[in-house]
């Protein structure tokens, strides 16, 4: 954006754009090759340089905005982000008396578990959003969504008429910083450049003028030091008188939203030239221009068929993964026979040592980057130096009193070190300190897998698979159980927290099993309700993972996809 910036500047200056503008165009074409998702009709938040060079497909509000505002995408492509927030960015309805039903606004992102900054309830962000609706030519989206925003920060919190940064509807913040005048600017720009539509630039000698009145309104009015401007629309007949008090006059970009297919326009009294733009198919626009003036009398007088917006592709919600057989498997059928999977052999670390001070320094970014701390745990703002002390005594107890065997409520046991420090986890890991897989040796055939694994994840790494567990056949197909943040890979040192709002996740919840006390949890959604989710000592998470029984089992391979995460299997039984 900078870089367009700089390429008008020049050629206004006489200069040479061409270095900017082909710097920009790189910019704009590495996104669509880098990013594009055409199965969700959306840029990606971003791509892995290291490791497996992963899209990370869920992309943040600020993804979505900063895109719309820097006019990097087509028509088309704007109109199809704002889809994809309405579709895939958690929506929190805002409610009370007289405030107008079906209102609502936006978490920042869908990401889990919950850190400052990347899932709260933003006003400017909303505001941004919203800002991005209309750039979109989606006036009555965006109306309803600043709408919402003002409501909630102006008019429903605890400091009224203030535009501060996140409001009562953030699970975590709420109000507590309101102090801060994020919203200003953006507040300023949504409504000077969105609802009503004036976006002056006096370098280029211009004043474009797009209107974002709702359909339903008939008449507004704005007094600013800049410029006044009054609309009206009496039945067929569209008025618009714009008095510039800018520093010189500008010529008139004018486009309008198309009422019908046909239209006479004039301005100043002079019939105009105005045109359907043809590459706004989603949000119909009409368009012409008009020399310098101080003044503008716009009159547009529609006629012939309404006009109507051609449908852009529909792409459905991400589907919730179908994770029923792999977290909440049935007890083992009767007759069955649990035989443990010798790990030893694999065993490559103690699970209390995930987090050791230094230990993640390779392979990291040789550019400007926010990764995460040395210690695999933290972030940016205030927690460089976190860390979770975990601690095993309690499951290592549990398995001494029973054999070297840790016994669920469903009848699964798994083979687990006792006290000690002997290796009690197979970690692998995008990290170098780790291989990346694991393989150990199977053999015969069994109705499934069950597993014991502990390891980290992180908010950067959600909506995506961290890492999976494969069972390979002796034909060589394979049975894959994806280790999903946030539906089959939870984190070993809290429990995600589950709201059914920002933070969504519809899926059934596994067995947790507590690493400090040996307790196995039976959970449901409900439990995750609250805000408090460190576990004291960390905890493992209870899997399964489906086989054919009438297939021979060759191998187990453990594996990490993503980078900054540590994926552990600490024990395997076979249900043959």
């Given at each position: 954006w900078h870089n367009l910036m700089a390429a008008r500047l020049a050629r206004l200056l006489g200069a040479d754009p061409s270095p900017y503008e082909k710097e920009a165009a790189l910019i704009a074409r590495g996104m669509r090759e880098l990013l594009w998702q055409t199965d969700r009709g959306a840029f990606a938040e971003f791509k892995d340089l290291l490791g497996l060079q992963l899209v990370h497909p869920a992309a943040g509000l600020w993804s979505v905005y900063h895109t719309l505002d820097a006019g990097l995408v087509t028509p088309s492509e704007a109109w199809s982000l704002t889809r994809y927030v309405e579709r895939e960015i958690p929506r929190l309805a805002v409610r009370g008396p007289g405030v107008p039903e079906g209102l609502s606004m936006y978490a920042s992102s869908n990401w889990m578990p919950y850190t400052w900054s990347t899932n709260n309830v933003v006003m400017g962000e909303c505001l941004h959003t919203a800002l991005g609706f209309w750039q979109a030519g989606r006036a009555d989206s965006a109306y309803d969504l600043a709408r919402a925003s003002l409501l909630a920060s102006l008019y429903m919190g605890i400091c009224p008429g203030n535009i501060g940064s996140m409001n009562y509807l953030d699970a975590y913040r709420g109000e507590s910083q309101r102090d801060f005048a994020d919203g200003s600017g953006v507040f300023s720009r949504m409504l000077i450049e969105g609802l009503f539509g004036l976006s002056p630039d006096l370098l280029a000698g211009e004043l474009a003028f797009t209107p974002g009145f709702p359909s339903s309104w008939d008449r507004a009015s704005l007094r600013h030091p800049g410029f006044a401007l009054d609309f009206n629309r009496t039945g067929p007949v569209d008025t618009y008188r714009i008095d510039s008090r800018l520093a010189r006059p500008v010529a008139l970009r004018l486009a309008l939203p198309r009422r019908f297919a046909e239209a006479s326009v004039t301005i100043n009294g002079t019939p105009v030239i105005a045109k359907p733009?043809?590459?706004?198919?989603?949000?119909?626009?009409?368009?012409?221009?008009?020399?310098?003036?101080?003044?503008?009398?716009?009159?547009?007088?529609?006629?012939?068929?309404?006009?109507?917006?051609?449908?852009?592709?529909?792409?459905?919600?991400?589907?919730?993964?179908?994770?029923?057989?792999?977290?909440?498997?049935?007890?083992?059928?009767?007759?069955?026979?649990?035989?443990?999977?010798?790990?030893?052999?694999?065993?490559?670390?103690?699970?209390?040592?995930?987090?050791?001070?230094?230990?993640?320094?390779?392979?990291?970014?040789?550019?400007?980057?926010?990764?995460?701390?040395?210690?695999?745990?933290?972030?940016?703002?205030?927690?460089?130096?976190?860390?979770?002390?975990?601690?095993?005594?309690?499951?290592?107890a549990s398995a001494a009193k029973n054999g070297g065997l840790l016994a669920l409520p469903s009848g699964v046991s798994f083979a687990t070190p006792g006290p000690g420090d002997s290796p009690n986890v197979a970690f692998v890991s995008q990290w170098d300190n780790y291989p990346r897989e694991l393989r150990a040796p199977l053999s015969g055939r069994a109705r499934r897998v069950h597993l014991l694994m502990a390891g980290s994840t992180n908010w950067m790494q959600s909506r995506l698979d961290n890492g999976e567990v494969l069972a390979t056949y002796a034909d060589s197909s394979t049975a894959r159980l994806p280790l999903h943040n946030p539906t089959t890979w939870w984190p070993i040192d809290q429990d995600y927290f589950i709201d059914g709002h920002a933070f969504h996740r519809p899926e059934p919840t596994p067995l947790r099993v507590d690493l400090k006390t040996g307790l196995v949890r039976i959970t449901t959604p409900a439990d995750f309700a609250s805000k408090r989710t460190i576990i004291p000592g960390g905890a493992a998470t209870v899997l399964a993972l489906p086989l054919d029984p009438a297939k021979e089992l060759r191998s187990l391979t453990v594996r990490a996809l993503a980078n900054e995460v540590v994926i552990g299997l600490m024990a395997a039984t076979l249900e043959r």
């Open positions: 733009d043809t590459d706004w198919r989603e949000a119909p626009r009409l368009v012409a221009t008009y020399p310098a003036a101080t003044r503008f009398e716009i009159s547009v007088r529609w006629s012939g068929a309404p006009v109507s917006p051609t449908p852009a592709p529909a792409f459905a919600p991400t589907p919730p993964s179908d994770i029923a057989a792999f977290v909440a498997p049935p007890a083992p059928a009767a007759g069955a026979r649990l035989e443990p999977v010798d790990l030893a052999p694999l065993f490559n670390d103690r699970v209390t040592a995930i987090f050791a001070p230094g230990k993640y320094r390779s392979p990291r970014s040789p550019h400007v980057s926010l990764a995460i701390p040395a210690q695999g745990i933290g972030a940016w703002a205030g927690h460089v130096n976190a860390t979770a002390a975990i601690d095993d005594a309690g499951l290592r």
